[in-house]
């Protein structure tokens, strides 16, 4: 294993300490681990609270920050934060107007947010959850554990975000940020494996010639093994899993996020995103706003994953709402 | 059981989840996202540390507060399933000692209280195929009148069985479900930590 | 090799497709492989022009924008861009005050820069040259090719863009850009080596348990190899070669750098920023500002170099002047 | 030295990168940045492509012309340094042919470009240590009366006997000096390519 890493036990904490070294605008809780606006929560805003397993960075301390959210919670490595340090989030941020937890539907995060919420009610604070379940790789039935949270938390946590900085009420803000949800799907390609700091090893042995296809961003193995194919062809395997899901209209409006699994050149995901555009513009649909880089990763796994939201004239307006995090900024 | 022997448990598991952190890492590696041996590594850490100082009132008081502490440090599923299963078989037993009847009934309260929280079913590849047959076991020694180690030993060898069952199947919650039909080959990360809980369990009984 | 790319041929072609597909500031010549900003130079603005291989993105290309490059030239991956290319830049963003080169210090770079300044001059094109060579791992002598440019060149880009933007003339602009090169030094470690798309193999073998000491961003091996360390020792080596370069004193502000090789996750650039804190505030020197992430990358390759610039108030108020690049953005 | 014969040269030596890219851009893997072989081939295609639809009017024409497209079309150190030389050697032959001592000349003229623009010397481990005795063996054997072929398969040996005396050399210029002393060991990629120019020469002149 390579890395540049103390010890793998350390690795939270050390970076903990870096982001908050790094970035005056934060506020690092080193004991709760949690990471919040340096500045207090204006009273009456409803405050946003994300977190979950460390690895996926920026997500979601990378997004803390005016304009989305109020603190994020970091677990260990691809473990769910615990319901203390949720609940130590939403008592330092809350502002009166209640918490919004924006959780990856994972058993883990939907377990301990859950527990959480149960404390922060005990303490008085209101709070309402978000749900993110975007990635169409996985079969969704009420037997399983449905479908997993990806990038399209990125887009909620954004425009949640910003009707929140606006002074909408904690029903509303959590609408739109099930709304953002409803409208977005993600589907993701693994080109290598990742390696965790405790395991030391990649999670699965992948040849030279093949990729994972439909995987999540914990490391696990896709839906599928393929041969590796050109840029062009993977980007159609993902989008027709992913307007298969949600179909789109002539003349639909979207946000769209190529985004990096960790180990992925920037020059490769303009590449992507080049290839994504194509298919796109080919089906009339607007590409009328557009990520492209590494927001949510999964440790050092070369791939990439794919959003798109469908979006109206509300959405678009919250996105371009001013924002000031470390891995997010604009209009400030 | 009394409160020793609680305390003697969980430190047995905390032993044995040292012992196994990379087989459980390894075995999440494949259907998961490796990190169950260290999860349960943490949480047993921390429970035997909070025992130390602890000096609990009851049996009951011991489990609430491991389970209280794998809630509070493991994260992920398994935190807050184990935890609640804990925090269950404790409230069961508010008092200094405990039959092997009052035991099979507390174990009963940690499955529902896993099964209330995680909605999984026997058969979808979880903690619940090793703890459902686990606890099947030591009810019908229980039952039959046997005394608690026997009983123990027995939960233990089905909570074995119960996870190498899990092997063939094809998971249905955590995240191993999201591999779909590639998950059936792997035996469960979750089901192998409770095999190691009931045979910890055995072991202890047994050696007093 | 795994990349996501069409072709080995055609990843410059398609990278430049995708770069005018996401980023509406840019205007993307195609013909002549230049990036420039959509608006027109302001008349009477210094033009800053850079450029050089690709596979450091965002570097050059991400940099182009509002307070810092006017245009930017990728050539293929690695490999300098040739003369009309930066004539073509230098054509397009010329608002009457002279272009400035940032040029990285390599032989390629340094002479397809030089024919083009001869070919500018020919047009009635002024142009200045600033070189940028910081890297410390390299001997400096004239009898060698000297030292290499890295991470410095994003300093020099922001604060001779920002310079450029308030209304100077060429020669203050470049001669603020010297001011912040001389100021600035780097040294940076390699985890792996990267695999070009065209050589399809790591540029060296690496054992598991080894890293090499003070490497380029071209693949290329280092001065050494060694046993792998933990980021605090790592984190050691490159700022005593740094400091015993640059010796600075209790006191001083600095703009660091901790810049990740394209492989590497944000998780460690921020325990090495913990470290780089560390031993700098031990040593009473003030990180002033910084950055974390990947700014200058070297395609696939997992590593991280460290950039220590001594910055004066000057400095530092041309860092917080406005800038909006697709890599870079504050204050619009 | 005619017109149709500079022409098939540089056929001849885009041949021959075609078939040696692979190995040059491993040459450049070793000490460098792994492109020196997809850059000269990059150039030299254009290069044959620059001259189909041209007629030139001297034997320089066709070399400046090839030298001028490998500036525009190449980048890299190898870009302008091959340019500048078969620039230079271009201008010294503005004639329709030329004789052994004239070309000769010419290849000097390009020598001395390649230095006057990249300040290396000989020993530094560069092209210029194939180019220098390449250039040498050329003159010797012109000034003793030799034919055009024999002074170019004379100046093929030698490119090869320098580009092979690269190996031992640590390199002072060009991307290989960043190495220091790891840089010995392994043969220089530009003194490989001009051993290939050289080989070409000496190949498209024999075998008219
Ligand atoms: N819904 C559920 N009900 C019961 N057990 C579950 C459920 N989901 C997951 N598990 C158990 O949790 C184990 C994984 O635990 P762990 O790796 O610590 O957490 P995570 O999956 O969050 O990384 C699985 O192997 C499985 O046995
Ligand atoms: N200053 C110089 N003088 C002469 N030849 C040089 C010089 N610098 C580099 N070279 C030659 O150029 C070759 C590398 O060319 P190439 O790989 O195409 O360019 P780059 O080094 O820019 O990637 C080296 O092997 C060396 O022979
Ligand atoms: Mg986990
Ligand atoms: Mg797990
Ligand atoms: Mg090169
Ligand atoms: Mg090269």
Redesign the interface.
């Known amino acids: ?7 793998p036990e350390a ?1 939270l904490e ?6 908050a ?2 970035h005056p605008t934060l506020r690092v809780d080193a004991e709760n681990k949690v990471i919040a606006r340096a500045d207090a929560t204006r009273p009456g805003k409803v405050a946003l609270v994300s977190g979950g ?3 996926h ?2 997500l979601h301390g ?1 997004f803390v920050g005016l304009g989305m959210l109020d603190a994020a919670c970091p ?10 340090q949720m609940l130590a989030a939403a008592q330092a941020v809350d502002g009166g107007a209640g918490v919004l937890f924006i959780v990856k539907n ?3 995060d939907v ?2 947010f ?2 959480a919420a149960e404390l922060a009610a005990e303490e008085g604070i209101t709070v309402a959850t978000v749900l993110i379940d975007d990635d169409v ?3 969704d039935s009420t ?3 449905g479908r ?1 949270g990806t990038g399209a938390t990125v887009f909620v946590e954004k425009i949640a975000g910003a009707l929140a900085e606006q002074g909408a009420d904690l029903a509303e803000v959590a609408e739109m940020g099930r709304r953002v949800n409803d409208n977005s799907r993600s589907f993701a390609v693994a ?2 494996a990742c390696t ?1 700091p ?2 030391g ?1 990649p ?2 042995d992948l040849p ?1 010639d093949e ?1 994972e296809i439909g995987v ?1 961003i ?7 093994r393929e041969q ?1 194919r ?3 062809e ?1 980007v159609a395997t993902a989008l027709d899993a992913i307007l298969a899901d949600q179909p789109l209209n002539t003349g639909d409006e979207t946000i769209v996020m190529v985004n990096g699994l ?14 994504v ?1 194509a298919v796109l513009a080919d089906k009339d649909i607007v ?1 009328a706003r ?1 990520l ?1 880089g ?1 927001y949510v ?1 999964s ?2 796994m ?3 994953s794919l959003t798109v939201c469908k979006a109206d004239a509300d959405i678009l307006s919250l996105w371009d709402a001013p924002v000031n995090t470390p891995a997010l ?4 | 059981m009394d409160i020793d022997l609680a305390r003697t448990w969980v430190q047995a598991i905390a032993a044995a989840v040292d012992k196994h952190k990379d087989h459980l890492t390894q075995l999440d590696s494949a259907i998961g996202d490796a990190d169950h041996g260290v999860n349960m590594h943490r949480g047993f850490s921390a429970a035997t540390t909070a025992l130390t100082d602890y000096t609990p009132p009851t049996v009951g008081a011991v489990l609430v507060k491991t389970g209280t502490t794998l809630i509070s440090s493991v994260g992920g599923a398994s935190g807050p399933l184990y935890g609640s299963a804990f925090r269950a078989i404790g409230k069961a037993l508010d008092t200094p000692t405990a039959d092997t009847q009052q035991f099979a009934a507390a174990l009963a309260a940690g499955l529902a209280s896993v099964q209330q929280l995680g909605a999984a079913a026997p058969g979808d590849k979880t903690m619940i195929d090793a703890y459902a047959p686990a606890l099947a076991a030591f009810q019908q020694q229980a039952n039959s009148g046997s005394d608690f180690a026997t009983a123990a030993r027995a939960a233990a060898d089905a909570a074995e069985d119960g996870m190498r069952a899990t092997i063939p199947l094809q998971a249905r919650k955590g995240r191993a479900s999201y591999l779909g039909a590639r998950s059936i080959g792997h035996q469960d990360p979750g089901a192998t930590s409770t095999a190691l809980i009931f045979r910890a369990l055995a072991e202890t009984v047994t050696a007093r």
Chains 1, 3 share one sequence.
Do not use: C
């Open positions: 294993m390579k890395k540049l890493i103390n010890a690795v050390d970076a903990l300490a870096g982001i070294a790094a397993g460390s690895g960075e920026p990378g677990g260990e490595v691809f473990t769910s934060p615990v319901p203390g994972y058993t883990g377990l301990n859950q527990m790789a996985v079969q037997w399983t554990a997993r080109l290598t965790t405790a395991s090893k999670g699965f030279d990729m999540g914990h490391g696990e193995p896709g839906r599928s590796l050109p840029a062009k993977i960790g180990g992925t050149p920037l020059l490769e995901l303009y590449v992507v995103f080049n290839e555009a590409i557009n492209v590494s990763t440790l050092d070369a791939g990439v900024r604009w209009g400030t």
